[in-house]
T-cell receptor, first 117, second 117 residues
């Protein structure tokens, strides 16, 4: 079974600085998707960024980028120029390419990010 | 606007009572999911459904039941058999099948906070 591990329960970063959130996963599959979700205090889950496993190029979305290391099964999220609105719980998630009825997303336990003014 | 609605936002029940949480989506998504979120636990999958009139147990299905009579609706019943029902419940939906990457993320509702005393 696939697992997703976020080893940092909490992190803090100074406003305008850069922070990297770690995520590792375990799978025997070669084709899958990876996601980072953000959950602010409102508790609404928001997709931050996505990565398809067969693509070598790291995904970027404005100030958010990932470092995808397939061989190492690592998928870290880098937030540049941190802003107060980035304060949230961040979840790393894994999804197999849907091929059968067993189609679900596996979430890590989350990293709570604090932004220091 | 398309999206997922969950009602109510806060729900209070007495121990021993069954309670049903509503989840409706107008995104025309095939798959729907229920998650439970507890502090420090991340998101844990309760039930999911990929098609009308079919659903599968997730990792923590005991004490819960669901139905999927309509594509847009996936209500969750928390029964009196659930030992620790107080939690935050999230409903999500997604497209399934061999589609493009940006159609494989899950979209989340705003959640329902259930308190049982």
């Amino acid at each position: 079974a696939q697992t997703v591990t976020q080893s940092q329960p909490e992190m803090s970063v100074q406003e305008a600085e850069t922070v990297t959130l770690s995520c590792t996963y375990d799978t025997s599959e070669s084709d899958y998707y990876l996601f980072w979700y953000k959950q602010p205090p409102s508790r609404q889950m928001i997709l931050v960024i996505r990565q398809e496993a067969y693509k070598q190029q790291n995904a970027t979305e404005n100030r958010f980028s990932v470092n995808f290391q397939k061989a190492a099964k690592s998928f870290s999220l880098k937030i540049s120029d941190s802003q107060l609105g980035d304060a949230a719980m961040y979840f790393c998630a894994y999804r197999s390419r849907p091929l059968n009825r067993d189609d679900k997303i596996i979430f890590g336990k989350g990293t709570r990010l604090h932004i220091l003014p | 606007d398309g999206g997922i609605t969950q009602s109510p936002k806060y729900l209070f029940r007495k121990e021993g009572q069954n309670v049903t949480l509503s989840c409706e989506q107008n995104l025309n998504h095939d798959a729907m999911y229920w998650y439970r979120q507890d502090p420090g636990q991340g998101l844990r999958l309760i039930y999911y459904s990929q098609i009308v009139n079919d659903f599968q147990k997730g990792d923590i299905a005991e004490g819960y039941s669901v139905s999927r009579e309509k594509k847009e609706s996936f209500p969750l019943t928390v029964t009196s058999a659930q030992k620790n029902p107080t939690a935050f419940y999230l409903c999500a939906s997604s497209i399934t099948g061999q589609l493009r990457i940006w159609e494989h993320e899950q979209y989340f509702g705003p959640g329902t906070r259930l308190t049982v005393t």
